[in-house]
Protein backbone atom coordinates (compact mmCIF):
# COMPACT_ATOMS: atom_id res chain seq x y z
CA UNK A 1 0.00 0.00 0.00
CA UNK A 2 2.33 2.55 -1.27
CA UNK A 3 1.56 5.98 0.04
CA UNK A 4 -2.08 5.34 1.51
CA UNK A 5 -3.54 3.36 4.20
CA UNK A 6 -6.98 2.11 4.82
CA UNK A 7 -9.68 4.94 5.45
CA UNK A 8 -7.46 7.67 3.99
CA UNK A 9 -5.36 8.20 7.56
CA UNK A 10 -2.05 8.64 5.12
CA UNK A 11 -1.90 10.28 1.70
CA UNK A 12 1.09 10.28 -0.99
CA UNK A 13 2.72 13.88 -0.92
CA UNK A 14 1.72 13.53 -4.36
CA UNK A 15 -1.84 13.97 -4.41
CA UNK A 16 -3.63 17.51 -4.95
CA UNK A 17 -4.63 18.96 -1.99
CA UNK A 18 -8.06 18.91 -3.89
CA UNK A 19 -7.91 14.99 -3.98
CA UNK A 20 -6.85 15.16 -0.40
CA UNK A 21 -9.56 17.19 0.52
CA UNK A 22 -11.96 15.65 -1.32
CA UNK A 23 -11.02 12.27 0.50
CA UNK A 24 -10.97 14.04 4.10
CA UNK A 25 -15.32 15.57 3.74
CA UNK A 26 -15.71 11.38 2.06
CA UNK A 27 -14.00 10.08 4.98
CA UNK A 28 -16.53 12.54 7.42
CA UNK A 29 -13.17 14.54 8.74
CA UNK A 30 -15.11 17.50 6.89
CA UNK A 31 -18.75 18.32 6.51
CA UNK A 32 -20.22 19.27 3.04
CA UNK A 33 -21.52 22.79 2.12
CA UNK A 34 -24.54 23.00 1.16
CA UNK A 35 -24.92 23.53 -2.48
CA UNK A 36 -25.56 27.00 -3.72
CA UNK A 37 -29.32 27.26 -5.30
CA UNK A 38 -28.67 30.02 -8.48
CA UNK A 39 -31.51 31.50 -8.52
CA UNK A 40 -32.25 32.66 -12.38
CA UNK A 41 -33.71 36.35 -11.99
CA UNK A 42 -30.57 37.39 -9.78
CA UNK A 43 -28.59 37.02 -12.62
CA UNK A 44 -31.02 39.84 -14.15
CA UNK A 45 -29.63 39.75 -17.79
CA UNK A 46 -31.00 40.53 -21.20
CA UNK A 47 -31.21 38.44 -24.54
CA UNK A 48 -27.88 39.95 -25.38
CA UNK A 49 -26.36 39.57 -21.87
CA UNK A 50 -26.45 43.03 -20.83
CA UNK A 51 -27.39 43.42 -17.31
CA UNK A 52 -31.33 44.33 -17.34
CA UNK A 53 -31.41 48.00 -15.37
CA UNK A 54 -34.15 47.21 -12.70
CA UNK A 55 -35.30 50.65 -11.16
CA UNK A 56 -38.01 52.57 -9.13
CA UNK A 57 -37.78 55.68 -6.88
CA UNK A 58 -39.65 55.96 -3.67
CA UNK A 59 -42.62 57.55 -4.51
CA UNK A 60 -43.33 54.99 -7.90
CA UNK A 61 -43.02 57.91 -10.26
CA UNK A 62 -40.35 56.22 -12.44
CA UNK A 63 -40.54 52.40 -12.45
CA UNK A 64 -37.70 50.29 -15.14
CA UNK A 65 -37.76 46.72 -15.71
CA UNK A 66 -39.18 43.70 -17.01
CA UNK A 67 -42.83 43.64 -18.34
CA UNK A 68 -44.59 40.13 -17.87
CA UNK A 69 -47.85 39.31 -20.03
CA UNK A 70 -50.42 36.94 -18.03
CA UNK A 71 -52.35 35.46 -20.96
CA UNK A 72 -54.71 34.09 -18.57
CA UNK A 73 -56.33 37.81 -17.04
CA UNK A 74 -54.32 39.47 -21.06
CA UNK A 75 -52.74 41.78 -18.44
CA UNK A 76 -49.64 43.38 -18.26
CA UNK A 77 -47.02 44.26 -15.04
CA UNK A 78 -43.56 45.42 -14.69
CA UNK A 79 -41.41 43.65 -12.38
CA UNK A 80 -39.12 46.60 -11.59
CA UNK A 81 -37.52 44.54 -8.16
CA UNK A 82 -36.63 40.68 -8.29
CA UNK A 83 -35.85 40.90 -4.90
CA UNK A 84 -37.70 43.66 -3.30
CA UNK A 85 -37.24 45.20 0.12
CA UNK A 86 -39.80 44.56 3.21
CA UNK A 87 -40.29 48.13 3.05
CA UNK A 88 -41.53 48.36 -0.50
CA UNK A 89 -45.27 48.18 -0.48
CA UNK A 90 -45.80 47.06 -3.65
CA UNK A 91 -43.31 43.96 -3.65
CA UNK A 92 -40.99 44.55 -6.81
CA UNK A 93 -44.11 44.50 -9.74
CA UNK A 94 -47.31 46.18 -10.32
CA UNK A 95 -50.40 45.28 -12.67
CA UNK A 96 -50.32 47.96 -15.54
CA UNK A 97 -53.52 49.58 -16.57
CA UNK A 98 -54.72 48.82 -20.06
CA UNK A 99 -52.88 51.36 -22.15
CA UNK A 100 -52.69 51.78 -26.62
CA UNK A 101 -49.24 51.82 -26.07
CA UNK A 102 -48.90 48.34 -24.27
CA UNK A 103 -50.31 46.36 -27.79
CA UNK A 104 -46.66 47.35 -29.12
CA UNK A 105 -44.58 45.40 -26.77
CA UNK A 106 -43.33 41.59 -26.49
CA UNK A 107 -43.46 39.32 -22.92
CA UNK A 108 -40.34 39.96 -21.44
CA UNK A 109 -39.26 43.27 -22.94
CA UNK A 110 -37.60 45.74 -20.91
CA UNK A 111 -39.08 49.13 -20.12
CA UNK A 112 -39.35 52.77 -18.22
CA UNK A 113 -43.07 54.23 -17.50
CA UNK A 114 -43.78 57.40 -15.37
CA UNK A 115 -46.78 57.32 -13.99
CA UNK A 116 -48.64 56.91 -10.58
CA UNK A 117 -50.36 54.36 -8.50
CA UNK A 118 -53.63 54.51 -8.99
CA UNK A 119 -55.24 53.29 -5.70
CA UNK A 120 -58.84 54.23 -6.93
CA UNK A 121 -58.93 51.19 -9.44
CA UNK A 122 -57.47 48.01 -7.74
CA UNK A 123 -56.70 44.64 -9.20
CA UNK A 124 -58.98 41.40 -8.61
CA UNK A 125 -56.56 40.85 -5.92
CA UNK A 126 -57.24 44.14 -4.08
CA UNK A 127 -53.41 45.42 -5.25
CA UNK A 128 -53.27 48.82 -6.98
CA UNK A 129 -52.55 49.25 -10.80
CA UNK A 130 -50.07 51.58 -12.29
CA UNK A 131 -51.69 54.47 -15.30
CA UNK A 132 -48.85 55.46 -17.24
CA UNK A 133 -47.93 58.54 -18.56
CA UNK A 134 -44.99 57.38 -20.77
CA UNK A 135 -43.70 54.09 -21.62
CA UNK A 136 -40.25 54.19 -23.65
CA UNK A 137 -38.58 50.87 -24.53
CA UNK A 138 -34.83 50.44 -22.55
CA UNK A 139 -32.18 48.32 -24.76
CA UNK A 140 -29.73 47.35 -22.19
CA UNK A 141 -26.63 47.58 -23.34
CA UNK A 142 -23.78 44.49 -23.22
CA UNK A 143 -21.03 44.79 -20.37
CA UNK A 144 -17.86 46.16 -22.08
CA UNK A 145 -14.66 43.51 -21.70
Known amino acids: MSGTQMGGQQRDAAYPAEVKQADAAAQGDE ?3 TPVQLDPESMRVASNGAPIPYHYDRGYRKLTGKVDYDAGD ?8 PRPADDDKLGGSIRLLDDERLRELHDQDIVQVEGEVDNEHP ?12 LHRVRPRPLAN
Open 123 to 134: DADGKPQYRIAE
Open 74 to 81: KSWHIIYN
Open 31 to 33: PFQ
